[in-house]
């Protein structure tokens, strides 16, 4: 009954901001993706796209589209990301041991900021198996302010590099990754 009265409110439509924000995160710190430094601006998110796109040479068409999936399934808000790997898998049509290596190889890959090696990607939460034997998905934080830094030092574009530049200054944020 608790949880009816989350999740309806009095007119016994379905309240969706209660249902948000009760929704149980496993325990992840937040993670959120450095906003514009300047209004009409790129933001983390976009720039993190564009290096892992543009930038970043990943050897395999399946790495750079696993990460992009990932970054775009991200929530600017608190950075939550956590899809399965089937769900990964039927997005970027491969299979789920592919998406386990790109993962993987993105795990293994960092990139140094202000003096600090800070991983392109860390998996935050490992899934647990259930009761009934499935398994939960892995809760992923991206690293934002590596691939960020990344773009500022090697995009070809003046553009994309100071945007890059003024967010990686302006952020005091601590990377959680």
Same mark, same amino acid.
């Given at each position: 009954?608790?949880g ?8 016994? =439509?379905?309240d969706?901001? %209660?249902?948000w924000?009760?929704?149980e995160? !496993? =325990?992840v #710190?937040?993670n959120p993706?450095?906003p514009? +430094?300047? #209004?009409r601006w790129l933001?983390? /998110?976009?720039i993190?796209q564009i290096a892992?796109s543009?930038?970043i040479?990943c050897r395999s068409?399946?790495?750079?589209a696993v990460?992009?999936f990932?970054i775009?399934?991200? *929530?600017?808000k =608190?950075?939550a990301c956590? #899809?399965?790997n089937?769900?990964? %898998? ?10 386990q290596r %790109? $993962?993987?190889?993105w795990?293994?890959?960092?990139? /140094?900021v202000n003096?600090e090696?800070i991983?392109f990607l860390?998996i935050a ?8 034997g $499935?398994k939960?998905? *892995?809760?992923?934080?991206?690293g934002w302010?590596p691939?960020?830094a990344f +773009?500022?030092d090697?995009?070809? !574009?003046l553009r @994309? !590099?100071?945007? %890059?530049?003024?967010?990686v /200054?302006t $952020? =005091? @944020? /601590?990377?959680v +990754?």
């Open positions: 009954m608790i009816e009265e989350l999740f309806f409110n009095s007119d016994g =439509n379905v969706v901001e %209660a249902m924000d009760e929704r995160t !496993r =325990n #710190p937040p993706p450095p514009a +430094a300047q #209004p933001d983390g /998110k976009c993190a892992v543009e930038c040479n068409w399946h790495a750079q990460m992009r990932l775009d399934s991200a *929530n600017r =608190n950075g956590y #899809p399965s089937e769900t990964i %898998a039927q997005a970027v049509h491969c299979s789920e041991r592919t998406v %790109a $993962t993987r190889w795990c293994g890959r960092a990139y /140094k003096g090696i991983p860390s939460v490992k899934g647990r198996e259930r009761s009934d $499935t939960e998905s *892995n809760a992923y934080h991206i302010l691939l960020i +773009a500022r090697h995009h070809y !574009r @994309v !590099r100071r945007h %890059a530049a003024s967010i /200054k $952020t =005091n @944020v /601590k990377c +990754a």
